[in-house]
Structure formats: C-alpha cells, structure tokens
C-alpha cells in the first residue's frame, strides 16, 4: 500500500507494481493487513466494570455497576481514563469508536482531546437523560434546557474536529430516562447540526414494557424515537433486539441504522437478535462492543459470539434468514460499520483514495499448530473470530498514523 501525505491509499497492490516512485518504508510481513474494525457502541465511563454483574437483567445491572460509576465520570475520571480506553481500543483492533460519555460537559472536552491526541477516529456524545439522571446537582427542571445548551457547545467544538477525524453523537441515554421532550429537542440539535442521534432500542423485555408504560400513546417502542422524529439515516440505535415485524419495516423504511451487540445481549440475557432475518428485510446493521455490558473492547469477539448466537437460534428451529460466513461478519465489522456511519468513502476497507485506517495481525497467534497459518482469507478470518487472541493485533493505523495500543510496536 502507499499513503500519500494526507493519509489516503493511493496504491493498493502487489508490491512488485508498486509506482517506481514509491518510497517502502514498512515491511509488515508476515501479519496480515485487514482494514480498521468499526465499534458502534461503547460506554467509555463503563470500562473500568466490563466483565462485572453477570447474571444480573438490565435494569437491575445499570443501577447497580454502571450509573455509580458514570456519576463520578467528572473531567479529573475521565483524564485518567480517555487515553487508556482510546490505547485499549485500538489494542482490540478498532480504528473507528462510536461512544458514550456520562452527562459532564467537561469530560466529554476531555475524552475527545485525549481522542485527538491518540490519533483513533472517534464519535462521542454527552449522554443526556431528563429521568433517571444520576447527578443531583442540577434542578430536574433545568436538565432539558442545560442538556441541550451542553451539548450543542460540545458540537460547535469538535463535530468534524481534524478534517472529520473526530465527529459528534447527540445521545439521549433510552427512552426510559428521557422525557418526550427531550428525546423531540435533541432529535433537533441533531438534524440542524449535522452530527448523529444514537440511543438504545428493544434491548431487553423488562425495558420495553417500561417504554410502554412511559409512553402509552406510542405504538410501540421505534414509535417513541419516530414521534421524536429521531428516525433516519443519521441515526445508530443499539441492540434492537425484539423488534416486531412493524418495528422492522419501519427502521428500513427510514434508513435507520442498528447496531448488534451480541455478547452484551448474551451477558445481560437480554436475548438474541434475529440477524438473518433484519438483513433479508434490508436492514443496516453493524457491531458493538457495547462495554461494559460487554466484556471486552474486541470486535472480533462480537463476530465469534454473534457467530454462536445465530447457530443456536437455527439449531433451534427458532429463525430463519441469511447465514453469514467468516467474511460477512468481517465485512459488518468494517465496511458496513462504515456505511451506518455515512463514513464509507473514507473509511471501512483498503481501497485506492480512501483513508489509511487498518490494522496488521500476526496469524501465528491464531494457528492452532505452530506452522498452520492459513493462506486462504476466509480460513484465516475464521480462525481470527474462532481463536481470537488479545495480542494478534499488531499494529493499528488511522489515516496511515500508528496508535498507541497495540502489544509493542516493532
Ligand atoms: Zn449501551
């Protein structure tokens, strides 16, 4: 491959058809270059308890690990903990990160600087809640108004921050702690800004009968983000789990985008998404780590257990639709992790005019025998999913700039 100045491939290809005014500077061999992975959806406050609650539900759970953690994510928590997460993703292969913070103004300034510095591609967004809120120091009846104020300050700093590097998500939490009100107002700052809208859908049935008591004029639960008018292509709802047939055909019809996070699914037994069926239906569809109610950071681990997941739903005689291979659950790991995000011009795949994003494994980590590295892509990728290993990620690029993370660089 060569990058040119700006950090976009100009050549991808054999090396003995490089241009002869090529400069080789990097030998990779013998890890494989693959493109960047995309994460859609992360908690950065959470990292610190990823691995911790199992066998608790979802409501229970956030009470429990996650707001007392998110309630100290103050801007001295998230100094010390932004430039770890951003090395820790990058470590785990992900060259983009959709993410959460908590509801602090200035910790968000402190992730995203800390994400500028990294060098990682990164969408982040203050999380706004109007229930349910988690810091009692301000007047219930000021939230709204002060959320909306916070997070437009925070879009006029940073949205398209280093050419584009670094983008803005309006986030309100899930429309169990926002108010009408707040969900319609923060649809508004989306679409006037620019910047994405992303929240929780249908993650967990306790949740959805919550939404429904909340919400006794809506449908259903897509309708309370479809009377927000927080439908549409700019927009990244997680889990999705049980969605209903209207749901579904709604969320296509809009070009709303979803994003699968098996392992958090299956940690906080929330269910199993019926991929097959959504992507048949035309459904957009990408991977989340959604730590901390995932483990861990690694996309791959999403592929191995979302992999798992469907194979049980099948076995089952539960669910019909597509099968994916090794490659397709790469290919919703990059390029359309991309595409959700509008970003798959510049991103998602090693291709001649776009950006440098990618990450080099060392497939001995993976080889089940010393010697039994696979020459076939799809055998290595099924191998890279299957027998993942923390340190196959060698080395990690953004616009053809080397991160910080990845197991000593060399
Ligand atoms: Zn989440």
Same mark, same amino acid.
């Given at each position: 491959?060569?990058?040119?100045?700006?950090?976009?491939?100009?050549? =991808?290809?054999?090396?003995? %058809?490089?241009?002869?005014?090529?400069?080789?500077?990097?030998?990779?061999?013998?890890?494989?270059?693959?493109?960047?992975?995309?994460?859609?959806?992360? @908690?950065?406050?959470?990292?610190?308890?990823?691995?911790?609650?199992?066998?608790?539900?979802?409501?229970?759970?956030?009470?429990?690990?996650?707001?007392?953690?998110?309630?100290?994510?103050?801007?001295?928590?998230?100094?010390?903990?932004?430039?770890?997460?951003?090395?820790?993703?990058?470590?785990?292969?992900?060259?983009?990160?959709?993410?959460?913070? $908590?509801?602090?103004?200035?910790?968000?300034?402190?992730?995203?600087?800390?994400?500028?510095?990294?060098?990682?591609?990164? +969408?982040?967004?203050?999380?706004?809640?109007?229930?349910?809120?988690?810091?009692?120091?301000?007047?219930?009846?000021?939230?709204?108004?002060?959320?909306?104020? %916070?997070?437009?300050?925070? +879009?006029?700093?940073?949205?398209?921050?280093?050419?584009?590097?670094?983008?803005?998500?309006?986030?309100?939490?899930?429309?169990?702690?926002?108010?009408?009100?707040?969900?319609?107002?923060?649809? =508004?700052?989306?679409?006037?800004?620019?910047?994405?809208?992303?929240?929780?859908?249908?993650?967990?049935?306790?949740?959805?009968?919550? =939404? $429904?008591?909340?919400?006794?004029? &809506? +449908?259903?639960?897509?309708?309370?983000?479809?009377?927000?008018?927080?439908?549409?292509?700019?927009?990244?709802?997680?889990?999705?789990?049980?969605?209903?047939?209207?749901?579904?055909?709604?969320?296509?019809?809009?070009?709303?985008?979803?994003? @699968?996070?098996?392992?958090?699914?299956?940690?906080?037994?929330?269910?199993?998404?019926?991929?097959?069926?959504?992507? %048949? $239906?035309?459904?957009?569809?990408?991977?989340?780590?959604?730590?901390?109610?995932?483990?861990?950071?690694?996309?791959?681990?999403?592929?191995?257990?979302?992999?798992?997941?469907?194979?049980?739903?099948?076995?089952?005689?539960?669910?019909?639709?597509?099968?994916?291979?090794?490659?397709?659950?790469?290919?919703?790991?990059?390029?359309?992790?991309?595409?959700?995000?509008?970003?798959?011009?510049?991103?998602?795949?090693?291709? =001649?005019?776009?950006?440098?994003?990618? +990450?080099?494994?060392?497939?001995?980590?993976? &080889?089940?025998?010393?010697?039994? %590295?696979?020459?076939?892509?799809?055998?290595?990728?099924?191998?890279?999913?299957?027998?993942?290993?923390?340190?196959?990620?060698?080395?990690?690029?953004?616009?053809?700039?080397?991160?910080?993370?990845?197991?000593?660089?060399?």
């Amino acid at each position: 491959m060569v990058v040119d100045a700006a950090g976009r491939l100009t050549f =991808v290809g054999a090396a003995a %058809e490089r241009p002869a005014d090529a400069v080789t500077a990097t030998d990779l061999r013998p890890w494989v270059v693959l493109p960047g992975l995309i994460d859609l959806h992360a @908690h950065l406050p959470q990292l610190p308890n990823a691995g911790l609650g199992a066998g608790l539900d979802l409501l229970t759970w956030l009470d429990r690990y996650i707001f007392p953690l998110e309630r100290g994510f103050d801007a001295a928590a998230a100094e010390r903990l932004a430039p770890v997460a951003w090395r820790a993703f990058a470590a785990a292969g992900t060259t983009t990160a959709l993410v959460y913070g $908590a509801v602090y103004e200035a910790s968000l300034d402190v992730a995203f600087r800390a994400a500028e510095w990294h060098g990682i591609r990164a +969408i982040i967004g203050k999380v706004m809640m109007d229930r349910l809120t988690y810091d009692p120091t301000i007047d219930p009846g000021a939230i709204l108004e002060r959320s909306l104020r %916070e997070s437009a300050n925070l +879009i006029e700093r940073w949205h398209g921050r280093d050419n584009g590097r670094l983008r803005y998500a309006v986030t309100p939490r899930f429309a169990v702690s926002c108010t009408a009100d707040m969900l319609r107002e923060s649809a =508004v700052l989306a679409a006037s800004s620019g910047a994405y809208w992303q929240t929780h859908v249908s993650e967990d049935l306790g949740e959805i009968a919550e =939404v $429904a008591r909340l919400f006794p004029d &809506a +449908i259903d639960y897509v309708d309370v983000y479809d009377r927000a008018g927080g439908l549409g292509p700019r927009t990244i709802l997680a889990h999705a789990v049980h969605l209903s047939d209207r749901e579904l055909g709604r969320l296509v019809e809009t070009g709303t985008n979803v994003v @699968h996070c098996p392992a958090s699914n299956l940690f906080l037994a929330s269910g199993v998404m019926p991929l097959g069926a959504y992507l %048949e $239906a035309g459904l957009s569809v990408g991977l989340g780590s959604d730590v901390a109610a995932g483990p861990d950071l690694s996309i791959f681990s999403q592929m191995r257990v979302g992999f798992y997941a469907q194979n049980a739903l099948r076995a089952s005689g539960l669910t019909g639709g597509r099968v994916l291979g090794p490659l397709e659950w790469l290919r919703m790991g990059t390029l359309e992790g991309a595409q959700v995000l509008g970003l798959d011009e510049e991103t998602g795949s090693l291709e =001649v005019g776009k950006e440098a994003d990618l +990450i080099a494994v060392d497939p001995a980590y993976v &080889a089940s025998v010393p010697g039994a %590295e696979d020459p076939d892509p799809r055998d290595l990728v099924s191998r890279l999913i299957f027998r993942s290993h923390p340190d196959m990620v060698r080395g990690a690029w953004v616009r053809g700039r080397r991160l910080e993370g990845p197991a000593s660089p060399d």
